[in-house]
């Protein structure tokens, strides 16, 4: 029998999709890349295996645990009024960023959102974001 709270608490999700897309952990703060779960439809921004997403992806976190670890963005409903809540940031590693962070040659969050930055400034940079534009979720 479907649990009315439970109905009630899932819909305050909007379905952006945004909690779905791989995240990096620099210096406690949460960024996120551009690849999406496998399990995420990224026309609908719907989760395919919803209902068995814990089973199916033992990666997939409960709001209670997204809220812990910071995966959900500022404006996400889950997230409004919790006191002290740092909210995933959303500059959108691309695939060099993943990978410098991975090879520790980015180690500081201030240097990642630099990078970033200086990325999104450039002019060679607007091809990719195009490109990247189509992953995006939104
Ligand atoms: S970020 Fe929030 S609103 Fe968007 S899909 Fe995730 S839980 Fe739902
Ligand atoms: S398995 Fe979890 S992370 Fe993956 S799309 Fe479904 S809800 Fe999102």
Known sequence: MPDPLQAAHEALCRRCGRCCYEKYVVE????????PCP????????????DRR?????RCVTVEEGIRLGVFPA??????????????EEGW????LVRWIEEGVLTR??????????????GDAAAAHRADRRRRPY
């Open 54 to 58: 814990t089973e199916v992806n033992p």
């Open 109 to 122: 969050a201030e240097d990642v959102r630099r990078e970033m930055e200086r990325r999104r400034g450039r």
């Open 28 to 35: 406690e703060r949460v960024f996120t890349t551009r690849t």
């Open 39 to 50: 399990h995420l439809d990224t026309r609908t921004r719907r989760c395919t295996v919803y």
């Open 93 to 96: 590693l691309d695939d060099d």
């Open 75 to 88: 404006d996400c409903p889950y997230v409004q009024g919790v006191a002290g809540y740092v909210p995933s």
